[in-house]
């Protein structure tokens, strides 16, 4: 029985580790969309601005190329597309970025905005003149890097230089829940995602397999107790009320 209940609670310990190695999975399935909406943005980016400075400035290029390259991403965002001077030639309505230098010598810089509220990926030429900007609202990563059919109580926040995006903000810790956290580097390594959420150690289905061996056992006692007492103990008391009633002159002991 002793040996039983270790084991089960080892087999619990263990199937507890390997459910929260699973939960904290998802943490690479959100980064690799962020890496992915990054990178698509930044290719699709450079073509929509090599044709637009191709194009003559009075030339209405530009809807369609904003439509072709808001069409081509995984999630919606503002765009903004420069000429080989460095004067914004095209963008989204309503957007209109504050030129800045990109200090990257990759020729891009991610970065968060002071409020938290906005991710913008601006790329630059090799003579560091601006390229073009992206920027992608709270909101739009938030739905981007939560998996349909998984429970959404989880913390996810974005940093990078000082600066922290909050996604999401749903875990509340529980009683017999265990808090679990990682990060994932994000744009080769300038932004961190991280992500804190509630791995529950032991499940009902595992106590059960723990107190399965003690029912047995307390089982197997009550049983025992029952045989031995109605089987053994009780003919052996009649038996000795019997004998110790026997007086010499009685008839013969029927037992």
Do not use: H
């Amino acid at each position: 029985g002793i040996i039983a209940i270790v084991a089960s609670i080892y087999s619990a310990g263990e199937n507890g580790a390997q459910r929260a190695e699973q939960t904290l999975a998802r943490l690479q399935d959100k980064a690799e969309r962020l890496d992915e909406l990054l990178a698509r943005s930044a290719g699709a980016m450079r073509a929509a601005s090599t044709a637009v400075a191709a194009a003559p400035i009075d030339s209405p290029i530009c809807e369609r190329v904003l439509a072709r390259l808001s069409g081509l991403q995984t999630a919606p965002g503002s765009y903004a597309l420069y000429g080989p001077d460095g004067a914004m030639r095209c963008s989204s309505p309503g957007f209109a970025p504050p030129p800045a230098p990109v200090s990257d010598r990759s020729g891009q810089q991610v970065e968060i905005s002071p409020d938290g509220e906005t991710l913008r990926l601006t790329l630059s030429t090799a003579n560091r003149t601006i390229e073009a900007v992206a920027e992608f609202s709270r909101d739009v990563l938030r739905e981007l890097t939560y998996i349909p059919g998984t429970r959404a109580n989880f913390n996810l926040e974005l940093t990078g230089a000082g600066r922290r995006m909050v996604l999401r903000d749903d875990y509340r810790n529980m009683p017999f829940v265990e808090t679990v956290s990682d990060v994932a580097p994000i744009a080769e390594g300038r932004m961190q995602l991280r992500i804190t959420l509630g791995a529950v150690p032991i499940r009902a289905i595992d106590v059960l397999l723990i107190l399965l061996p003690v029912m047995m056992w307390i089982g197997a006692g009550i049983i025992g107790w029952w045989i031995v007492n109605r089987q053994l103990l009780r003919p052996l008391a009649r038996i000795q009320g019997v004998v110790s009633s026997y007086r010499p002159g009685d008839r013969p002991l029927e037992l």
